[in-house]
């Protein structure tokens, strides 16, 4: 007796279609699985058996022979525990009814028979869904994030007595879905700008910074509220639209990050420890999974400390810096994530802290400081749009009893900068102004006479290089677009340039 039931692997963020065959034979009872799998899927084979008996259905007592197809991908994870265990169940006549091959199965089995959540879900369901599939069973604790998907139905279950009884037509369960049309609801965070006293130059930079998602470098001594702002910037940042979440929610997702909550929608903030390897920043593994460049997409990366990180893991960063993605490469094959995130980075000036510092005395000595600031490469240094000097906070900030900007009066400002973007560039594909790349600097960043007279000082003065020159001007259209000015005026070009002179202040 055959039965064929579809499901689903992964492989990045990708999913894959996948035929479990199932043939119970005569002969020496027997159960073997055979295409591939990796060993979770292995093991399987005592959580079927035992979910089967403890469902109150009797187990085939046979040669049962279980092929993942196609035989040349390798499958991997839990996911393929359900379609076996309904695989048996079919080809054994327990469950009569045909299952169509529009219908996709995924579950993880526990040993009483429940159904419990499985890690990328999310991404199989769109995958299946782009394949023409009609209907995805899932686990129920898989459903909220799901459940938003238009196009296909969403099926949950929670254990194996009811999925049988379903596949019966003994009773029905009512596809999932997930009202998200007022996907946008106004967030509640515990932080907000209006306690940052003083400071308005750091202010003005990561505003700039938020406007058109630039990384920037918050370099100045202890206590003067790098860490501080940096911590505040999620609460200036637009909201995620539903596009973004499904793709950030994917991420998170095959990372098993979710813990049965729907839809993402906030936007990340990752703040990784100084002792993170390659692989927890970049990604990787012997089964690839998404680093920390990745579940940053489309929110701050913020490196704390950042000349405390070893030199080999932020030199990780320049790629996707640059592309917005990160290509693994493993000896199963090339896989490709996300990474558009904003880097927000924090440091101090020298290894004692204070240099330049007026109230304090640096005690390091200039072989000393030369080697903390030789921590940060000059080509990870240039990918930085907006390098600003912070300045300890005066004590007249900290009594001064005026209400400061809050966090929802600059994010209009920066929603306002952003909606200008969106149009303008609606029709090449990107959404912001640090994603500007080649000809279209030159279409959308065009500058005045002066303002090129002003670029070539600073350009000869600075020693500035091609990418540098375009990340000026990348800042100048944010800042313009801050303002609402349809062109880049001298003040803007101006107001980008200080923005990169820290590099030929302090590294030489």
Known sequence: MLSKIKTCVLYGLEGYEIDVETDLSGGLPNFSIVGLPDISIKESKERVRSAVKNSGYSFPVSRITVNLAPAN???????????????????????????????IIIGELSLDGKITAVEGALPMVISMRNNNFERIIIPEDNKEECGAIEGI??????????LVEYLNK??????????????NQLEVFNEDFSEIKGQPAMKRAVEIAAAGMHNVLLLGSPGSGKTMIARRIPTILPDLTFEESLEVTKIYSISG????????????????????????MAGGGSKPSPGEVSLAHYGVLFLDEIPEFPKNVLEVLRQPMEDGKISISRANGSFTFPAKFMLVAAMNPCCCGYLGDST???????????????????????????QVEVSPVKYEDLKNTNEE???????????????IQKERYKEIGIITNSELSGRYISKYCKTNSESESLLKSAFETLGLSARAYNKILKVARTIADLEGCENIKTIHVAEAIQYRNLDRKYWR
């Not at 003994?170 to 996907?183: L, S």
């Open 153 to 162: 139905e969403v099926v949950p279950v929670n254990n194996l007595i009811r």
């Open 360 to 386: 304090h005395e640096c005690t390091c000595t200039q072989s000393q400081i030369d080697k903390y600031l030789g921590k940060i490469s000059g080509p990870l240094l240039n990918r930085i749009d907006i």
């Open 73 to 103: 991908l390798k499958k991997e994870g839990s996911q393929i525990d359900l379609p076996i265990a309904v695989g048996i169940l079919a080809a054994s006549k327990i469950i009569k009814e045909k299952i169509g091959n529009k219908t």
């Open 170 to 183: 003994e009773i029905e369960i009512d596809p999932f879905k997930n009202d998200y049309e007022k996907f």
């Open 405 to 419: 900007e809050s966090s929802s009066e600059i994010k209009k400002r920066i929603i306002n900068a952003r909606n």
């Open 257 to 280: 990050l979710l813990s049965g909550k729907g839809l993402i929608r906030k936007r990340p903030f990752r703040s990784p420890h100084h002792t993170s390897s390659r692989v927890a």
